[in-house]
């Protein structure tokens, strides 16, 4: 499972060029590479931590529509739009919120991370 993470990498890096037996070898060189496990072990939590966030989020937005109508039902003000509407929308912005905030990480510091490290390894 690792490899193939480290293997997309080279991939991407287009290092395509080598040859497989230097590529397996730059993959065990960054797979041994405490920074690599460093990198791995960070993006895990953070996926975690994201992903108990939508969890928590969603599960509380169904448990309040199955357990809780007449509040969901609450209008807002005088107007017609109900709290399970705004929350609704909540849900829906923060969705897209947190897809940005992994996606900047992710295309930000753990990519910079990984280049540096195969910068490393690979000379």
Known sequence: MRNVAIRRWLVDEETMSITPTLQNAIETRVAADPRYLALVRDRQRFTWLLTAITVIA??????????DKPFMAQPIGDGTIGIAVVLGLAMLIGTVGICAVYVRRANGEFDSRIAALLADVAS
């Open 58 to 67: 969603y599960s509380s937005f169904i448990s309040l529509i199955a357990f």
